[in-house]
């Protein structure tokens, strides 16, 4: 996915979220999911991948992880439902191809 960028969406087990953005998803879901940095993230175990969103504009990315960010948690919600009602970990669907 490298060449655009990536507004995500991750989730822990029990659904805590964390909204962010990057032009290579692969890398940065390793940093969230080793560690790597003493982070949210690390803290509260948030490493499934639930909701993705690309574009070719870096301003637009940063503009919608902005405006999913200052959305309450309900609409945050109904975004991944929308098309992942099961909260499925989206990594698990690249393992399969």
Do not use: C
Request: aromatic share 10%.
């Amino acid at each position: 996915m490298v060449g655009q960028y990536v507004v995500y969406i991750l989730s822990s087990q029990t659904r805590v979220i964390y909204v962010g953005v990057t032009n290579d998803l692969e890398r940065r879901l390793w940093e969230h999911r080793t560690g790597t940095y003493d982070s949210f993230t690390r803290r509260y175990r948030v490493n499934r991948l639930v909701h993705v969103e690309t574009t070719h504009d870096v301003r637009a990315a940063i503009a919608r992880e902005k405006q999913i960010k200052s959305w309450r948690r309900e609409k945050k919600r109904a975004l991944v439902e929308q098309d992942n009602p099961g909260w499925e970990d989206l990594t698990l669907r690249w393992q399969t191809r």
